[in-house]
């Protein structure tokens, strides 16, 4: 490949956001920490099998409702609407990872056109954006809540590169996520994992065309196309 | 409803199989057993991931490979190779829940046709059902390998439709899977929650007709249709 993407569309949940502090809010009401994984896991895997099936899930509220399941019969130290409303209040509070601003911010600088599109909610994303000093770094912050389907699907990535006005080809998925990697190359798209823990890449999945461990070596590693 | 299904499609994995075997494998290779519930969303997640972005992965395939990366810098008591065949071995190796052989002859017994459906593989559920002594009340043992895609897609279960010569409104998936029932509630088919585990049901997948609390309730709650 030759040339350079115009747009850059960034997915945001622990691609921009950190969710570490969704472990802490799990132990502040009195189970395990490491539950914050099975249950993400757990609302992805039901947030896909509706896309599969031809539905459009709501993020939040599979999130509440099968965080409801988790915790039911385990020895909460609240009421379980009050431990619910503690741990899914935590996603509207988390940051941005510390190589997010200066990544994204030269991404800018470089000229790319900047988007996010997000399984969850833009509102999210704004407070996100907002409150490390980005936001202005970013064309539009979009959500599947306005698309046809949730990311994996093609129409996800559709529905961004049409609201972008520009062709899948001419645009570059950045995500910590595999499943995400894959959908945007089965769109057409381009991608990059961002691969901050060292992990390895499942091969069942479309591999990336870049991988970087950081957001901050994403500019020299495009430029290392032209 | 006032006519019964002619044909009655049952999922395999932990419907008809008794999965809870796999936690003590997650022990044997010394991580803890907790650890085969976050494998198993972390294999469904990745496998609907596929299906929603139009491809068709391999159970085993996604299995082991979700099993290395969630093994992988963990304290194992086994070279990892060895650790992730240990546990993938258990699949082979488990037996039906005591509900099931009886739960199933009644139906047969009642005249309705039986056929299974996986995401997993029929050769599976074909020694399952051997070892429990019912592989003769199963016409088919229908894999998603052989279909256009994994469930819940509607692709899988009018291939099961059109395997079994009825239309899909004739038939009734029996599933522990909430995911399952939407899926195939979705594509027409009738459907039974089987709820061993006294959990509820998510607000945000299709409700199922039937709700059992074991596979021997079943006939009696189909009879009542008529």
Do not use: C
Not at 51 to 78: K, M, P, Y
Not at 185 to 195: H, I, Q, S, V, Y
């Amino acid at each position: 490949m030759t040339t350079s993407p115009s747009v850059i569309i960034f997915d945001v949940n622990e691609t921009l956001s950190d969710m570490s502090p969704m472990g802490a809010r799990f132990g502040e009401v009195g189970v395990p920490a490491e539950l914050a994984q099975l249950w993400f896991a757990t609302l992805l895997r039901d947030g896909f099998a509706l896309t599969a099936s031809g539905d459009n899930g709501s993020f939040a509220g599979i999130g509440a409702d099968a965080l409801r399941r988790l915790l039911t019969g385990r020895e909460v130290n609240r009421p379980l609407d009050v431990a619910v409303e503690h741990v899914m209040g935590g996603l509207a509070g988390l940051g941005v990872h510390p190589d997010v601003p200066e990544g994204v911010r030269a991404l800018a600088a470089a000229g790319f056109r900047l988007i996010t599109l997000s399984n969850g909610s833009a509102q999210i994303a704004e407070k996100l954006f907002r409150e490390a000093g980005i936001r202005g770094a970013f064309e539009s912050l979009l959500s599947v809540e306005d698309a046809p389907a949730w990311k994996p699907a093609r129409a996800a990535y559709e529905y961004a590169a049409a609201a972008s006005g520009v062709d899948p080809s001419g645009m570059l998925l950045v995500a910590v996520h595999p499943w995400d990697i894959h959908g945007a190359a089965r769109a057409g798209l381009r991608t990059a994992w961002l691969n901050r823990t060292g992990g390895s890449y499942p091969g069942y999945f479309e591999a990336p065309e870049f991988t970087v461990t950081a957001m901050t070596e994403l500019p020299t590693a495009l430029a290392a196309t032209h």
